[in-house]
């Protein structure tokens, strides 16, 4: 009876999540059909989708997996780069445009994955601080990578570079040109697409976090050699847990890659800056706790633009907002506070029980 | 008590999703527009890497603007002015647009780096607003019969700096030191390279920097040394070239140096030994130190107002509006016609005019949005910028 009792609630609280996204989704697309909302507010929908997708993959590898990795943006620049040079390369070529964008979706993804997995077999040998290290000189390097690389495409194939952009035929285009990145890729992301790879996100994460792999997973987290003693394969889960992590940052670059028409590789969007962001939404909305980092991650998102009514301090008030909201949420006095004064606390789930 | 909890949980969703939907969620924008005004709205990095160019180009056209409102306005109408940071980044460079677009704004100033550019000229397109970049480079920034820009594309200045070097015979051995990480920088130097090879000079050595590592250039500075060039091209900005310049010195290497209009301020940088760029050419639209009177009021009014001397930046800003004042007035544009209507009559007659600007004389445009402007090559001489040409 119990034991019926605990999965019901996990059900519950699962179908709370995918709730918010849905209901989110329908409130914002009524809005948009009857013209009650702010331009602004309209363009951000697909970054928030962006933003969501990230923190909730990046918190399987945080959160669950117990490493820090601060290379996530890395992997979120091979989705986009990928996915957006086979955008580039089929516009014009293929009828469906709704099928290109599927095919881009699954390339980026998989190169992502491939990354993942080929970054993770050295790296997760590492640990704590020196595996935080090695993820984040993997960003910086993808990141220069694709700043020094050349690709055109005319009648008599591809052609690549490192040093400069290569003679090519009349007929031939650059596609990605160095540090001007690619530009000109089809704006095929929408926010109903952008919710439904939340959803596929969700789904994903949650659902491998209540199996019997992702029960291997956390026991890797709590304790590794008693989990290794009882015969959990370490690497295999590591590997499982920062491959599918990988891959669903790749697919939230491909949303990146198809809602802008530029692409190019900085610090502030594939380096350690974004890196770091992300971790924040996760650390912010609380590690391993997925609904939170969702929602971190779109408070976060939504902050600095609803804050550009103060120009000048618009930065620095973000900034307080951040240290508040962290003190809120971890300060032990603060918990024990809310605890007292706040109905939704811990104490609640301590008198349900 | 279960059912509470469920009851509560629902409700805080319903109320977390629908205060997400409510922010900003008022569609005035239009509606709440001073019908007697234009809206002119301008987007830059503020903060950030690059916030000095921003802060430039929100200051040339404040100054402007005011100018333009204490004179009449333009057609009668004042200006309603708004600038909008985006860090330098595309993604906020759309917020941006959008935050404006809520605002009122009729006509976009702006982005003023090119990458931000080449993704707001996407929705300007779609939203077919009339857009005039006073300072983004690449090629692609203007695509659309919709927009225009103030300043030369990276493949005119190329070309330029090669042509005025072939011409007037100053060099053969030519060595390149670029930043590779920089879009303005490598599309300056492809085209250089390209043009210098069809004009018979022989580029002897190209080197790279990255943004990550512009602080020592002695292995750069050593193979152009090497190679033997007899004028050093460096289509970069004046902080690292101020390096260049000092570590070449240390290392004996005495060549031509010729520069772009990054290279402008050069003089002006705190720390650095201005002999060191004596001789020095670059090609530039604008200098402060200018005799020009028009130039040397603008630089005074500028200083008085904020308290800085203006960069290229600034002046492309400033001519923007003027230009837009001229084309406006050409087409009779009126602040009651839509966002379309405007910039189909500032289309057609921003082909018309003819302009003579801060960064040019005699300035007029094509269709494809490329201004047709001399570049000025300047010399520093005596601690001074001396005009060539």
Known sequence: ?353 | MKMLKKAASVALAAALALSLAACGGDNGGADSRDPDKFYIGGIGPTTGDNAIYGTAVKNGIQLAVDEINEAGGINGYQIEYSFEDDQGDAEKSVNAYNTLKDWGMQMLVGTVTSAPCVAVVEETHADNMFQFTPSATSVDSIQYENAFRMCFSDPAQGVASADYIAENGIAKKIAVIYNSSDPYSSGIRQTFEEEAKSLGLEIAASEAFTADSKTDFSVQIQKAKDAGAELVFLPIYYQEASLILAQADTAGFDPIWFGVDGMDGILSLDGFDASLAEGLMFLTPFTADSEDEKTQTFVADFEEAFGDTPIQFAADAYDCLYVMKEAMEKADVTPDMSISDICDALKTSMTEITIDGLTGTQISWTADGEPSKEPIVVQVEGGKYTVLK
């Open chain 1, 1 to 353: 009876m119990t034991k019926k009792k605990k999965i019901s609630k996990q059900t519950r609280s699962n179908i709370i999540t995918y709730g918010i996204v849905i209901l989110a989704y329908i409130i914002v697309q009524t809005m948009i059909n009857t013209g009650s909302i702010s331009s602004l507010m309209e363009g951000l929908m697909v970054p928030l989708c962006i933003y969501a997708i990230l923190a909730v993959s990046l918190n399987l590898v945080v959160g669950i997996l117990g490493e820090l990795s601060l290379g996530h943006a890395g992997f979120m620049c091979v989705g986009a780069f990928t996915s957006a040079f086979f955008s580039k390369c089929m516009r014009g070529e293929m009828q469906s445009d709704g099928l290109r964008f599927f095919l881009a979706l699954l390339i980026g993804i998989a190169a992502a994955a491939v990354f993942g997995l080929l970054i993770g077999i050295p790296v997760l040998r590492l640990k704590g601080d020196y595996l935080a290290i090695v993820t984040l000189a993997f960003g910086e390097i993808i990141k220069n990578l694709v700043n020094v690389l050349y690709i055109g495409k005319d009648s008599a194939g591809f052609h690549f570079s490192t040093q400069d952009v290569m003679a090519l035929d009349a007929d031939g285009t650059m596609i990605i040109s160095g540090p001007q990145g690619i530009s000109g890729t089809p704006r095929d992301a929408t926010f109903l697409i952008g919710v439904i790879l939340v959803l596929i996100t969700l789904f994903i994460v949650i659902n491998l976090t209540n199996s019997r792999s992702g029960r291997a997973i956390m026991s890797i987290r709590d304790n590794r050699i008693a989990a290794e003693s009882i015969g959990i394969n370490i690497t295999k889960y590591k590997l499982m847990a920062f491959t599918v992590s990988a891959a669903l940052a790749g697919s939230a670059g491909v949303l990146y890659a198809h809602n802008l028409s530029s692409l190019t590789a900085t610090t502030n969007n594939f380096g350690y800056n974004q890196s770091i962001m992300i971790l924040v939404f996760v650390v912010l909305g609380g590690i391993g706790n997925i609904r939170g980092s969702m929602i971190a991650a779109v408070i976060l998102t939504l902050l600095p633009e609803l804050l550009r009514g103060l120009s000048d301090y618009r930065m620095l008030i973000y900034a307080i907002v951040l240290i508040v909201m962290m003190l809120f949420n971890w300060a032990p006095k603060a918990i024990e506070w809310r605890e007292k004064y706040l109905s939704f606390g811990r104490k609640k789930k301590e008198a349900v029980k």
